[in-house]
């Protein structure tokens, strides 16, 4: 078990191979575990590195520090422990704006960017449908797990996958609630010019949770931004089409 402390915290961290660095994070609740299919791809020619954050995985729960504020200033400090070289942030969903806030706060310390099925600005417009969310969670959250979770994946999408994702939610504490709650508030577009590190949107094609004018907007907004759409691909495109994500992936570090 490996595990870099930050910020009073402990972090727990994979890291396999050796090259340029790849940091991974992972959604609202899940783990590093998201990302296996990239690492035991991406492993033969990079560093690859995998980080649960707090409160997630196998990483400390401390009662405080559930901000997408506070999750950045963990992740620059996870960089810097590390003695990490510019390297690229690769984040799903929420995580999308944890790299591109990383991205704003500290520009030379990191190589590029990519978010993946990065909900951004969007919950900013969906509060209501996030406030039932919450209260539904508090109700009964492994009833609402089961019920949200599926959605997340295409049509057709492993059972087993699902089921192992929903474990994982479990497993987090309840706490990262206030993410999704701090999410609800948090809307970049008016700072988003101002990103000065190369960014590539990855985006799953049947993502029903972020529609695909969320990225194609962020992108305009960045200077020379792209976007890539992962086909057939839900909101966990990395794992629902692998082999076209990792391709995907591929391309956009070059």
């Known amino acids: 078990m490996t595990y870099a402390t930050v910020n009073g915290t402990r972090l727990y961290f994979e890291e396999h ?13 899940t783990s590093g575990r998201v990302w296996e299919g990239q690492a035991s791809d991406l492993m033969s020619d990079h560093r690859v590195i995998t980080v649960d954050w707090r409160g997630c995985g196998r990483s400390d729960r401390p009662a405080t520090g559930y901000t997408i504020a506070e ?4 992740i620059l400090e996870f960089i810097d422990t590390l003695a990490l070289d510019k390297p690229v942030l690769i984040g799903s969903s929420i995580a999308g704006a944890l790299i591109i806030e990383a991205a704003l706060a500290a520009p030379d310390s990191i190589g590029a960017v990519v978010p993946v099925d990065a909900g951004m600005h969007h919950f900013s417009r969906t509060r209501e449908a996030t406030g039932k969310l919450l209260a539904d969670l508090r109700a009964d959250r492994a009833g609402t797990l089961a019920d949200v979770v599926p959605h997340w994946y295409r049509p057709g999408a492993s059972t ?6 929903v474990r994982q939610l479990l497993e987090s504490t309840f706490l990262i609630d206030q993410l999704v709650a701090d999410q609800a508030n948090y809307d970049p577009r008016g700072r988003l010019g101002q990103v000065r590190v190369p960014t590539t949107f990855l985006h799953g094609e049947l993502d029903t949770e972020v529609p695909l004018d969320i990225p194609r907007e962020c992108a305009d907004l960045i200077p020379d931004a792209r976007l890539t759409v992962i086909e057939g691909a839900g909101h966990m495109s990395q794992q629902d089409q692998t082999e076209r994500f990792n391709q995907a992936l591929r391309k956009a570090l070059h």
């Open 71 to 74: 999750v950045t200033h963990d």
């Open 160 to 165: 087993a996958m699902i089921d192992r994702t």
């Open 17 to 29: 191979g050796t090259g340029r660095p790849l940091v991974f994070l992972h959604g609202w609740g």
